[in-house]
């Protein structure tokens, strides 16, 4: 697989003379943990820096990242304000802050500002305008960038690409990153939510500092260097 980069069900249950339902139960269990991308029919080894699709990404490490969205729904209040970027990770957490009532919710995402407004949960949802991107379904630009600042909000509810102890949190996204940076620089705390096949990584764009994020919620404790310098950072993991 690592010199074609992908392959069937059918090759895979030919060349391992197993059955199919075996092949798709074990694919499903790599997919889980991130390790393989799964499509109708197959799967494929991940891309190499750039993020895929946001299917596919929804798809990547799942349980570490529903696991990562239940911890972080739970640090947050009813009364609070919330700017909640785009991502796997962060429509995740809607999903579970949607059951949490009485929140203020501003987001780029239409998905995420769907599932927290078709909540009964007494919860203000803003959906911040701009260029609209179909594949992340997502506002960018300008525009966006521009509607973030006329909001003051407690936490500014982060998923990034990558976590470098020397670079901090970084994206793959040119758009992606320039909307966390603002939701940052608009909001009391940072959170940030980030699997650990983030760790050690580089992306293109900054996001902001370690210095900056004040929460990071993770599925797995980081290294010891990277523990050290989140320590450093004043970063609380949870």
Known sequence: MQKQRQVTVDDLAVRFDTSHETIRRDLSALAEAGTVQKFHGGARLPRDGAEGPFRERMAQNAAAKRAI???????????????????????????????????????????????????????????????????????????????????????????????????????????????????????????????????GRKGSFRVCPLERIQTLVTDKPPGPEMQKVLAAAKTTVR
Do not use: H
């Open 69 to 199: 969205a239940a911890k972080a729904a739970a640090l947050f209040s009813p009364g609070q304000t919330l700017f909640i970027d785009t991502g796997s990770t962060t429509l995740m957490c809607a999903q579970e802050l949607a059951k949490v009532s009485g929140l203020t919710v501003v987001t780029n995402a239409s998905r995420i500002a769907e599932t927290m407004a078709s909540a009964d949960n007494r919860s203000s949802v803003f959906l911040l305008g701009g260029r609209f991107d179909g594949d992340n379904r997502e506002t960018v630009g300008p525009t966006t960038i521009e509607q973030i600042a006329s909001f003051r909000a407690d936490y500014a509810v982060i998923t990034v690409g990558a976590l470098d102890s020397r670079e901090g949190a970084m994206d793959f996204n040119f758009d992606e990153a320039q909307i966390a940076r603002a939701m940052i620089d608009n909001a009391g705390e940072a959170v940030v939510l980030a699997d650990s096949t983030k760790f």
